[in-house]
């Protein structure tokens, strides 16, 4: 086999191997997307029944609460400081949780390969650029062809582990939140209702 064919088979590898490597980060984005999108969800029907929660709590059972929270504070103020902060952190995790996951679903631009752009100049196709890549040299439209490949596959992976973190960060928050929630209600529980 000649050194043209050589050229040509390592050619049709590196195709090969761009391609599956930028599949492979559509593929994980996508993924990604739609662990967002469930925590998105997950964050935004907690918040609500956290809201509607107190809503309730302070409307309808208001006074037992609140002669609950004033045992508390006379029995413990340590205790009742940690159910206060408990409370807070649960509702402002489970806000940044909600926020981690919008930003994880906002749109950006993935410079990819094949842009019409590149052949067109104001909305209309420019002939003279479609027949620099009609007349160039083999090599160089393999550069080009690379070039492209390789600037897409940049960019994807910049986009996947900043997608990655927003998930990640969307998905401790929003345990943490849930923990935290948990964890002042079994407290203000514990020190409030009589033995």
Known sequence: MGSEGEG?????????VMRAGIDSHRWTIQNLHGKAKAVLT?????????????????GLAGEPVL?????????????AAFVAACAVGSMAAIC??????????????????????????????????????VSAKETRVYEKTHEAYIRELHSLEAQNAHVGRHVKWSHRSLSAGLLLGVAGAVAFLAVTLPA
């Open 96 to 133: 940044a949780s909600v926020l981690f996951a919008i930003g994880a679903l906002r749109v950006r631009v993935v410079r990819d390969f094949g842009k019409a752009s590149a052949f067109m100049d104001g909305g209309k196709v420019a002939h003279e650029k479609v027949a620099k890549w």
């Open 8 to 16: 040509a088979w390592g050619h049709e590898r590196f195709d090969e």
């Open 67 to 79: 002669a609950g929270w004033h045992h508390l504070r006379g029995q413990n103020e340590y205790a």
């Open 42 to 58: 997950a964050g935004t029907i907690v918040l609500g029944i956290v809201m509607g929660g107190l809503g309730t709590v302070g």
